[in-house]
């Protein structure tokens, strides 16, 4: 049985990734995920920009590690630079988010590149994210994927 639409979970686990996601900001009150989006991607590009603001409220700083989802095979950091008029990307390691301070994945900066859908996605799909950070659990997130958020960008 699916949702209506394309949804990488069965109704089911849908459900349970909802309760997770409020479960999670239960538990760790002091960190918010908030405003998780996808960019669409146009038909045959099988990568995806993905975005979201993080908030940490804590007394001490967070190291975001890594970033998974059954709709992705590899989900990286990047950073968009420009630099002699050029646009570049460059793979970040991991993301430092400092005590008291947001962090945000935004288009044209920091971003996540979702590598090689495992499925088609189109606007209106929700994708579930599972954000690891090194002091603690995992938290899961659910993003919507968006048309037309932003021009496509190619990674090389």
């Known amino acids: 049985m699916k949702l209506r639409g394309h949804h990488c979970w069965p109704a089911a686990a849908y459900l349970l990734g909802c309760l997770c996601v409020w479960h ?3 538990a760790q009150d002091d960190l918010l995920i ?3 989006w996808i960019n669409e991607a146009p038909p045959g590009v099988n ?16 190291v975001l590690i890594s970033a998974t989802s059954p709709c992705f095979e590899k989900i990286e950091f990047h950073v968009t630079e420009i630099k002699d008029g050029l646009s570049a990307m460059r793979r970040q390691e ?43 659990k995992p938290l899961q ?10 021009p496509s960008y190619q990674h090389h």
Not at 47 to 62: E, F, K, P, R, W
Not at 141 to 150: F, I, Q, S, Y
């Open 24 to 26: 999670a900001v239960l």
């Open 94 to 136: 991991a993301i430092s988010i400092p005590a008291g301070t947001d962090f945000s994945f935004t288009p044209g900066h920091y971003h996540l590149m979702l590598i090689n859908k495992t499925r088609m996605l189109a606007a209106g799909d929700t994708v579930p994210l599972t954000l690891h950070f090194a002091e603690g």
């Open 47 to 62: 990568m995806m920009g993905g975005y979201l603001s993080i908030s940490n409220n804590t007394s001490h700083a967070l």
């Open 34 to 36: 908030s405003n998780a």
């Open 141 to 150: 997130v659910m993003a919507k994927v968006r048309h037309g958020a932003l």
